[in-house]
């Protein structure tokens, strides 16, 4: 999963931490390694709820925004970083120096959150989360970082510091303008940690997505017989995943392709269609023309003979 929730597009989430005990302890409780995951199918007419993942480390129940496709979505929660995915504690900003950690000794990552599916999935917003957690600190701030997987960095703090309130704290949910893209090759991470002794510095400014591009603009069929055909996107300041439609899908079909930005259509039978390819904040500036051509007719003529 790439930079979005989404780097190119404002991804923030919803987070209610709420204490289990009474007071406010010095320091919160050691975390256990251990995941859990749930999953839910997005529905294409309104908001989802995933059950709650508990593990001994805290709690999460994300919400997820009204979809393009009615997708299984998966969430998993953990207090240690997903295979793959480098650790926030030793990880590196993309901008920031070679040398220092990301997040420094008197932040403490809490927990792991991570989005997978089966089928590439468009959300018309962000994802909203609660958090439930054995306690707070008092001080501290808690704030929430996004990975890039293209490059294996984190941007934090992607959203915070959160509004506290007596033992919760909230991240304001932002659907102005906003999508959320998840794909099966690529996806959604991040990750709640808070910080003693001082704020948290101020959120990375995210690159404005450029135009989204496709190549070729215009596909060709024989008929409706005829092999399929693929086409690739891009966009600059935008890496993660793309969501095409077919206006007609009588006449041709689009599916995401082997590889990221890269999308396949195949003919079904004569016509004509627009596939209409979606970005960064809902950016849909790039279309690809198909023209399916009739099936061939050969007429026979039987002579008899004198």
């Given at each position: 999963?790439?930079?979005?929730?989404?780097?190119?597009?404002?991804?923030?989430?919803?987070?209610?931490?709420?204490?289990?005990?009474?007071?406010?302890?010095?320091?919160?409780?050691?975390?256990?390694?251990?995941?859990?995951?749930?999953?839910?199918?997005?529905?294409?007419?309104?908001?989802?709820?995933?059950?709650?993942?508990?593990?001994?480390?805290?709690?999460?129940?994300?919400?997820?925004?009204?979809?393009?496709?009615?997708?299984?979505?998966?969430?998993?929660?953990?207090?240690?970083?997903?295979?793959?995915?480098?650790?926030?504690?030793?990880?590196?900003?993309?901008?920031?120096?070679?040398?220092?950690?990301?997040?420094?000794?008197?932040?403490?990552?809490?927990?792991?959150?991570?989005?997978?599916?089966?089928?590439?999935?468009?959300?018309?917003g962000t994802v909203g989360v609660n958090f439930t957690l054995p306690s707070l600190t008092a001080g501290a701030t808690y704030d929430l970082a996004l990975y890039d997987d293209a490059t294996g960095t984190w941007t934090v703090p992607f959203a915070g510091p959160g509004t506290t309130s007596g033992t919760s704290v909230s991240f304001p949910i932002s659907t102005s303008g906003t999508t959320t893209a998840i794909?099966?090759?690529?996806?959604?991470?991040?990750?709640?940690?808070?910080?003693?002794?001082?704020?948290?510095?101020?959120?990375?400014?995210?690159?404005?997505?450029?135009?989204?591009?496709?190549?070729?603009?215009?596909?060709?069929?024989?008929?409706?017989?005829?092999?399929?055909?693929?086409?690739?996107?891009?966009?600059?300041?935008?890496?993660?995943?793309?969501?095409?439609?077919?206006?007609?899908?009588?006449?041709?079909?689009?599916?995401?392709?082997?590889?990221?930005?890269?999308?396949?259509?195949?003919?079904?039978?004569?016509?004509?269609?627009?596939?209409?390819?979606?970005?960064?904040?809902?950016?849909?500036?790039?279309?690809?023309?198909?023209?399916?051509?009739?099936?061939?007719?050969?007429?026979?003529?039987?002579?008899?003979?004198?």
């Amino acid at each position: 999963m790439r930079s979005l929730f989404v780097r190119f597009s404002t991804f923030l989430l919803i987070g209610a931490l709420a204490a289990c005990g009474g007071g406010s302890p010095a320091s919160l409780p050691q975390t256990t390694s251990g995941a859990a995951t749930q999953t839910a199918t997005a529905s294409t007419t309104g908001t989802t709820a995933i059950p709650a993942v508990f593990i001994s480390a805290g709690s999460a129940t994300a919400t997820l925004p009204q979809a393009n496709v009615a997708a299984k979505v998966t969430e998993t929660v953990s207090s240690s970083a997903p295979s793959g995915v480098t650790p926030l504690d030793i990880a590196r900003s993309a901008a920031g120096s070679k040398r220092a950690p990301l997040v420094a000794a008197a932040q403490t990552v809490i927990l792991y959150l991570g989005f997978t599916t089966t089928t590439s999935v468009s959300f018309a917003g962000t994802v909203g989360v609660n958090f439930t957690l054995p306690s707070l600190t008092a001080g501290a701030t808690y704030d929430l970082a996004l990975y890039d997987d293209a490059t294996g960095t984190w941007t934090v703090p992607f959203a915070g510091p959160g509004t506290t309130s007596g033992t919760s704290v909230s991240f304001p949910i932002s659907t102005s303008g906003t999508t959320t893209a998840i794909s099966p090759n690529e996806p959604l991470y991040v990750a709640l940690y808070y910080t003693v002794g001082g704020a948290s510095p101020s959120p990375s400014p995210s690159p404005s997505p450029g135009p989204v591009v496709a190549a070729p603009t215009s596909l060709t069929f024989q008929n409706g017989s005829s092999p399929s055909q693929t086409f690739s996107v891009t966009e600059t300041g935008y890496s993660r995943s793309f969501t095409a439609q077919s206006s007609v899908p009588a006449v041709a079909t689009v599916a995401a392709g082997s590889t990221a930005g890269t999308f396949t259509v195949t003919p079904l039978e004569s016509g004509n269609t627009t596939i209409t390819i979606t970005g960064a904040s809902g950016v849909t500036g790039a279309t690809v023309a198909v023209t399916v051509g009739a099936p061939i007719t050969v007429n026979s003529t039987t002579r008899s003979g004198h």
